[in-house]
Every structure is written in C-alpha cells, then in structure tokens.
C-alpha cells in the first residue's frame, strides 16, 4: 500500500509539490512507515521563496501589535493541542512522552517570548548628541528568512528562530528534517488558522536540494542551521559567499564535573537524565561525567553504572513505560545504531574499558526497533575518539582527573564548546568554573542547562558558526538591520 506524502505549505496553501521521489518517515521504535517525505525540487523552493518575498513589503509595514496578535492564537492553540503534537512527535521521533512534552512546552515559550516584539524591537534614541541634532537607532525587518532544521527536537528548535522572524516583520521558510517532517506538519496546521497573510510563513519538504538551493538564493536574506559541526561549517562559509546573514549551530561533547563534596545520589539521577535523555540524541545531552579524586571516581563508577542497569529501554508509547519520567527510546535510524556501535567498538579498540555495553538491545514486541541501551566507559583518556567525538547516543565516558583545574582544561582543550556543568556545593569551586570554562552554556548542580526561551541558547568555538546566539533577546538583532538616525531641525 502507498504511504501518504507529507505536503508543502506555500503563499497560505497545502501544495502537493512535483518531486524528486519520496523518503520514509519511519517509527524508530517500531519500524512502522508512518508517511512519506517528499523530495521537493528546486521549482518548488523557489516558488516558497518568492511566495515569501512578495508577502515581504506589505508585513514588514504591518504595526508591530498586528503582527504579534497571531501568535498569541499560537500559543493557545498549541497549548490545546498539546497532547496531540506530543503523541506525534514521539511515533516519528522516538524520545520519551515526558521528554516531548517538555518540548511542547518549550516552543509555547519561544512564542510568548516573541509577543514581546513590540518592546523588543524598540529602537533608541539620545536627544543632543550634539547641539540641536538627535541621535535614532532603528531596528528595521530584512527580507525573507529560512531555517534548516534538525531531527532531534522538530518542534522547539524550528521555534528558535520561526516567531521571532515573522514577529520582527519578515518572512520565513523552513525546511523540517526529513526524517521528522510530520510534528511541523501539525504545527503548521494551527499556524494556517491565525491568521497571517500568505506567504509569510511557509514550509518546503525535502533533502538537501531543498537546503542548497536556500543558501544559494540571493533572495533569503540569513540562514539558521541547527546540526552537526561539519556541515555548519559548509552552512557558513556558503552564506558569507553569497552575503547571507548566518546562524549555524553545530556539534557538542559536554562535560559533567564532579567535586568530592557533591550530594552524590543528588548528582546521580541528575546525571541520568542528562546523559540518556532523548537517547543521547540532543544538542545538550551529557556525554563526559569527570571526577575529581579517586574516591569521587569510584564512588560515581558504583552509582551511576548501577543507575544505569535498571534504566528503563521501551518505546515510549508502551502504555506500560510512557509516564515514567525517563525512558531510553530508539535512535532515530538503523543507519544511526549501526553508527554508535561502530563507536562503541572504537572505544573498546582504543583501550578504555567498557562496563555497560548497550549493542545489541532488544526490546520485546519492538523487535525492528532501533534500539542502544546505556553503555558505559572507564579509563576513558583525553584523545581517544569516544571522547572527542560526538556521539549522539546513550554512550557515557567517565574521566578521573586530580583537581578542577585538570578538568577545566580538558573542556577548555576539547573541539567542542556547547556545555558544561559542575556539580558541587563549594561556591568558590562553582565561580571558578562558570567564569574559566570555555562553553556557551554552564550549569552548576544541574545536568547541562536546558535552553530557556527567555534567554539566548549557544555554545562556543566549534560548536557554533555565528556571533548571534538562538532565541531570546538576542536574536532581535539577527532578524533586524539598525538603522542609525542623525537629525536636526532649524528655528
């Protein structure tokens, strides 16, 4: 029987696009096809995109209170719907109802967060910046915006950018991962019934044609990718080619630091479900527990391995486990748990012991499911791959080092830069860490911090391409050009 195909949304309209052939949009947890990506063609891009710049004059007039009026709509509806959005992220996805509920919640904030446009946008003004002549700053909307999304988190991550964009007065495009395309594809539904003029939100399924021929266009103004390091990287060094303003967010190792007077069973279940969260499957996963001293080294070895034995790995729709607070799902592909048990083997190979070994997992009556269950390293050493690489999975390495500041140089000395925490009750131990450690997200007695609408979300060095960091304020600046005003008027 032939799936159903996922359309494009365009100038206000569902479009069933002329493509390239279609791709699987499969349950991890089952192996179930749940519906078919399109792969639209270059034509179709461009008819977005112009739909976009048309829709562009008219809507960046449009007062700032009449273009946030619809997203306050948004808001309420995708509160409503909560539940159903969940339910469908979680069968194409693969994370946990508890861990996708979160994320619901969490888009909903990018949306009351851009509500606040009409102050946010707020240029400034200084009467007399010289005899009689004022000084203005405006801060204007650009054109047509586009966004790459990421499989891991379809719903929040495009919400990092997609209100903010339209609230400033632009218009925007966004190309949903293709593994992941139907959680938008009901989002989009509700956004359909707010109320905005055609064409100043549209959506185009595919591949990277879909991506390529967005950064190729001079018509899209900036790009935000969200993905791993290596193809940020390609993101950005297109969009300064062709003059594009860029936001590109790439891959993460992050660190969790022990002190010998962190509250241990505290610590713990933290670290559980910081580390095997979403699978290991998210920008802010933890990856590296290190500890400081041999005691706190084994102390964590024992709870933490043991913690992580009685996890529970099931797809999270089992009514049996979907309420629990943390479920280890699949991985989203097969082509993904071949790749982490790759990973695995590597590690084993570099030397570093393997106590927990997740390959191989089967979970009763999801027996085509894409399974890993928790794997942990010891005597991981600074170099071996299974530390320096990202792996995306439910695979921990533990570290032992002998003060703070040998573990703030292995953050600082690592490729990545996206978080890390510490966890202990010495204030002076937690200032030196915040200020010295090289990431763009700190926690202290907090697995990695997760982001918050209000406040801008983005690592350091190779972790991210671009000096305006996600969501919140600062991304105003992303979406909107400062026009700088000098005038004088004589008597």
């Not at 950005?236 to 002190?259: D, I, P, W, Y």
Request: net charge neutral; charged share 20%.
């Amino acid at each position: 029987m032939s799936q159903r195909i996922v359309k494009n949304y365009v100038n206000g309209r569902w479009i069933s696009p002329k493509h390239n052939g279609t791709l699987p949009v499969t349950n991890p947890s089952t192996g179930e096809i749940l519906a078919d990506t399109p792969i639209s063609t270059k034509e179709e891009v461009q008819r977005a995109i112009e739909s976009a710049n048309q829709a562009f004059p008219l809507w960046s007039r449009t007062p700032a209170p009449n273009r946030v009026e619809p997203l306050f709509k948004l808001a309420a509806l995708l509160k409503e719907n909560e539940e159903k959005i969940t339910r469908v992220l979680v069968a194409e996805m693969g994370k946990s109802l508890p861990d996708a509920r979160a994320e619901i919640k969490r888009t909903v904030q990018n949306v009351e967060v851009a509500c606040g446009i009409p102050n946010l946008q707020m240029g400034e003004k200084l009467l007399n910046s010289a005899p009689n002549v004022d000084g203005e700053v405006l801060r204007l909307p650009i054109g047509v915006f586009a966004m790459i999304a990421p499989f891991n988190f379809p719903a929040m991550v495009p919400f990092w950018f997609l209100p903010y964009a339209i609230a400033t007065g632009n218009t925007f495009i966004l190309k949903p991962s293709e593994r992941v395309p139907l959680t938008m594809e009901i989002i989009t539904q509700y956004i359909d019934q707010i109320g905005l003029p055609p064409g100043v939100f549209n959506v185009v399924n595919g591949d990277r044609t879909v991506s390529e021929t967005l950064l190729d266009s001079p018509q899209i103004q900036g790009i935000s990718f969200v993905g791993s390091s290596n193809v940020a990287k390609i993101v950005a060094k297109k969009c300064v080619e062709t003059g594009k303003r860029f936001q590109a967010l790439g891959s993460a190792k992050n660190h969790l630091v022990v002190m010998p007077d962190a509250k241990m069973d505290h610590v713990i279940r933290n670290m559980i479900t910081s580390c095997y969260g979403c699978a290991g499957q998210r920008c802010m996963a933890s990856s590296v527990i290190v500890c400081v001293g041999d005691v706190t080294y084994q102390s964590v070895i024992e709870k933490y391995v043991s913690a992580s034995k009685n996890a529970i790995v099931a797809d999270p729709l089992d009514p049996k486990v979907a309420n629990e607070p943390i479920v280890i799902g699949p991985v989203i592909s097969a082509e993904a748990k071949e790749r982490i048990e790759q990973m695995i083997e590597e590690g084993i190979n570099e030397g570093a012991k393997l106590v927990i070994d997740g390959r191989g997992y089967e979970v009763a009556g999801s027996e085509n499911g894409n399974f890993v269950g928790p794997t942990v390293f010891i005597d991981v050493k600074p170099g071996m791959k299974i530390h320096s690489d990202e792996i995306f999975g439910p695979v921990v390495v533990i570290m032992k080092v002998d003060s703070l500041d040998e573990a703030i140089t292995i953050i600082n000395q690592h490729q990545y830069g996206n978080g890390a925490s510490i966890y202990t009750q010495d204030g002076f131990a937690a200032r030196k860490f915040k200020l010295e450690t090289k990431a763009g997200m700190i926690g202290i007695n907090i697995g990695i911090p997760a982001p918050v609408a209000y406040l801008p979300f983005g690592g350091m060095r190779g972790s991210i391409f671009s000096d305006i960091k996600a969501q919140g304020k600062s991304i105003i600046r992303f979406y909107t050009e400062e026009k700088i005003i000098t005038e004088r008027f004589w008597d």
